[in-house]
C-alpha cells in the first residue's frame, strides 16, 4: 500500500519541528516503517552522518552512506528502505510551494533540479558536509527556538542564503551531469529561459506557447508536469516577484510600476495585486517597507 508523505502526515514523534512549510525529522527509521512512501508536494534532503541505509526510488536502488546526500523530488515512489542499526542523518522536508517561493527559478537551478532527478545520491566532500551541518544548525536553533519577529523573513534568507552556497558546492556534479533533458524537460527549460529573458512579463500563456510552437494547453500540462504548477501560475510568480521588486526598492509610483510592467490601467494593476496579494498595492507596499526596511 502507498502512503503518500506529506509534511502535515509527518506525526509529531518523528519531527523536531514541523510547520507544514518546513520539518526538521530526527525519526527517519520509523517514519519509513510504511512500507511504500510517495512524496506527494515535498522534497526530503538526507545527509548520512553515520551507518549505512539503502532504498529504491522509483524502482532504483541507492545505497547511503556517511557524507552522502539523497534528495527525494515531489511524486516519487520510497520503497525497499533498510538502515544500519548505527544509522543517522539530517533530515530536511520543505513543501514544494515553500520551495517554489524561496528558491529563485533560475536556469542554473532548473540545471540542479535536474542533476537531483538524475542523480539524487550524491557523495559531498569535506567542505560540502561542514556547510551543511552549519546551516543545518542554525536553522534548526532558529526554528526551534522561542519566536522572533520576522522569523519567517529570517529563516527564507537562511534557506535562500544556504542554497546560493551549497549550489556553488555542487556545481561541478553539475557541470559533470550529462544534460539529459527528455523533451517535457526542454520544453518546460526553454519556456523558463523565455520568462527570465523578457521585462515586463507578458502575462499571456499563449504569448509563449506562440514562440515554442506548442498550444497553451499542453505548455499547461508541461509546466504541472515539471513544476507542479501551470503556466499561468508560473507567469504570475515571476510578475508578483517583479512587482514585489519595484514596490520595495524603487520609488515609483503605483502607476509608473503598472505601466512599467505592462498593465493596461492602475485599476487594473490594483485589481491584479489583491487578488494575488490580498491588499491593495499601498499596504503591500507598507507591508514590504516595515518587513525589510531599507
Request: aromatic share 12%.
Amino acid at each position: 500500500m502507498k502512503y503518500p508523505l506529506t509534511l502535515d502526515g509527518i506525526k509529531k514523534e518523528y519531527a523536531v519541528f514541523n510547520n507544514g512549510e518546513i520539518a526538521l525529522i530526527n525519526n527517519l527509521k520509523d517514519l519509513s516503517a510504511e512500507r511504500e512512501l510517495v512524496t506527494d508536494g515535498v522534497y526530503i534532503f538526507v545527509l548520512c552522518t553515520g551507518g549505512k541505509a539503502t532504498v529504491s526510488m522509483n524502482n532504483d536502488r541507492y545505497e547511503i552512506a556517511p557524507d552522502h546526500l539523497f534528495v527525494a523530488p515531489p511524486r516519487v515512489i520510497l520503497h525497499e528502505t533498510m538502515f544500519s542499526i548505527d544509522f543517522e542523518c539530517c533530515c530536511v522536508a520543505v513543501s514544494n510551494r515553500y520551495f517554489q517561493k524561496v528558491i529563485p527559478m533560475h536556469e542554473n537551478f532548473w540545471d540542479l533540479t535536474i542533476l537531483f532527478e538524475n542523480s539524487p545520491l550524491v557523495p559531498l566532500d569535506q567542505a560540502g558536509v561542514e556547510l551543511f551541518h552549519q546551516y543545518y544548525s542554525l536553522i534548526r536553533a532558529k526554528l526551534v527556538a522561542r519566536p522572533i519577529p520576522h522569523i519567517n523573513e529570517v529563516v527564507r534568507s537562511l534557506i535562500l542564503a544556504f542554497i546560493f552556497e551549497f549550489y556553488d558546492t555542487l556545481e561541478r556534479f553539475v557541470k559533470m551531469a550529462p544534460k539529459s533533458f527528455n523533451s517535457s524537460q526542454r520544453i518546460f527549460k526553454t519556456f523558463i529561459d523565455l520568462l527570465i529573458g523578457s521585462y515586463p512579463k507578458d502575462r499571456r500563456i499563449s504569448y509563449y506557447a506562440e514562440k515554442m510552437a506548442v498550444t497553451p494547453k499542453y505548455l499547461s500540462v508541461i509546466c504541472k508536469k515539471c513544476a507542479d504548477q501551470t503556466a499561468s501560475q508560473m507567469i504570475d510568480r515571476y510578475v508578483i516577484r517583479d512587482i514585489e521588486y519595484l514596490l520595495r526598492h524603487t520609488q515609483k509610483s503605483l502607476k509608473e510600476i503598472a505601466f512599467e510592467l505592462g498593465f493596461p490601467s492602475i485599476s487594473f494593476f490594483g485589481k491584479y495585486v489583491r487578488r494575488h496579494f490580498g491588499v491593495s498595492p499601498t499596504v503591500l507596499r507598507q507591508n514590504l517597507s516595515s518587513a525589510n526596511p531599507g
